[in-house]
């Protein structure tokens, strides 16, 4: 027999066959690594856990089917997102995040192509959660909850200045702390007598003033939703300020809790994108997209949250509505937390929270 044979030369040795197998079966491997390197992405800083578990089928893949674009969240601190701006080296595309922190970055923001839109009507977006860099995503509210088994809806305290009467109306009461980014002080004011559309800007001096009044009352100053939740359901707090979607979770598992939407605080959840992201047209994509009827309203079914979108809105049940802030409780009972005083203060804020805190 040839010493070649079927083209090979018969001196080859196995160990360079071997070499030569190990390449062909690598190849395959190969082009799915590269192919996931070309595919079109998006990077978007997410709170993670449920959070992710309920977007990554409702709004993730469904994207990723329609665009061909892969959706990829990361769940960072802001801590570590100011560190990324610093450096120059920016991981993310688009924060999704309160919009008080997103205004830290303001300078940082590219505008938002609306004109460009293609699932959403930038017309539908109501006005008050639509700005040039940054746009809403839900809305949930700071509300006061208590524990059913101390109060019902006739002998809880109605609004704030009644739960700062703690003598009067017995109970023990709970207030958000400086660590959760926003402490209670619209709330503090509001129970000193100020009108809820004269709070901005708000008075520092009077605010803790206020709040040294009814610390006596205070059990603890709650520093995460889980613990305020947590602290009302075990009766370590019998009434307290606390988010509507946190409390609504917790009425959900069979927690005896309940809600008084009076004179509730708006908080909006938003999208804004780096102008030095560097998959911006895909951002502007995703952002698009989230903002359609079907994403808004589904997730507000889901997430216990109030949509940013008239459309949105009004196909929401009877029974959805009846659980989150916006429309015509809102308009009547609340108010929306100025993002642009806290984006300003937050540091004056914390500074004189911390010297409050030790000297009240």
């Not at 190969?30 to 978007?44: F, G, M, P, T």
């Not at 539908?124 to 995503?137: Q, S, T, W």
């Not at 709970?174 to 209670?184: E, H, I, N, R, W």
């Not at 100020?194 to 009352?217: E, N």
């Amino acid at each position: 027999m040839s010493k070649k044979t079927f083209g090979l030369d018969a001196n080859v040795s196995r160990r360079s066959m071997l070499k030569m197998a190990g390449v062909a079966l690598a190849a395959p491997m190969l082009r799915v690594r590269n192919a996931e390197a070309a595919q079109e992405r998006v990077i978007i800083r997410s709170p993670g856990g449920a959070y992710d578990d309920i977007r990554k089928k409702l709004i993730y893949e469904p994207f990723t089917k329609q665009t061909g674009i892969r959706v990829i969240p990361v769940a960072t601190t802001t801590a570590k997102l100011e560190a990324m701006i610093r450096s120059n080296n920016l991981e993310i595309d688009v924060i999704d995040n309160d919009d008080s922190v997103i205004l830290q970055w303001e300078k940082e923001l590219a505008p938002l192509a609306y004109d460009k839109f293609k699932f959403t009507s930038p017309s539908d977006i109501l006005p008050e959660y639509k700005h040039a860099n940054y746009v809403g995503n839900f809305v949930y509210a700071s509300v006061m909850g208590y524990n059913t088994g101390k109060y019902n809806k006739d002998t809880v305290p109605s609004n704030w200045v009644d739960f700062w009467d703690y003598k009067k109306i017995p109970g023990s009461r709970a207030l958000a702390d400086m660590d959760t980014g926003v402490p209670d002080l619209e709330f503090a004011l509001i129970a000193d007598g100020v009108p809820i559309d004269k709070l901005y800007p708000l008075d520092l001096p009077r605010a803790f003033k206020s709040l040294s009044r009814i610390k006596p009352g205070i059990s603890k100053f709650w520093t995460s939703g889980a613990l305020s939740v947590q602290m009302l359901s075990t009766g370590d707090a019998d009434v307290s300020s606390i988010w509507s979607t946190r409390i609504l979770k917790g009425i959900e598992s069979g927690a005896p809790l309940a809600i008084n939407w009076n004179q509730h605080a708006v908080h909006l959840q938003a999208y804004a994108i780096f102008k030095k992201a560097k998959n911006l047209e895909n951002a502007q994509k995703l952002v698009d997209f989230c903002l359609s009827k079907e994403v808004q309203s589904k997730f507000s079914s889901l997430w216990n949250s109030g949509p940013v979108t008239k459309t949105a809105y009004e196909a929401l049940t009877p029974e959805v509505r009846e659980k989150i802030p916006g429309g015509d409780r809102t308009r009547q009972h609340g108010f929306l937390l100025d993002a642009s005083w806290w984006a300003n203060n937050r540091t004056k804020v914390a500074k004189e929270w911390e010297t409050w805190a030790l000297n009240s």
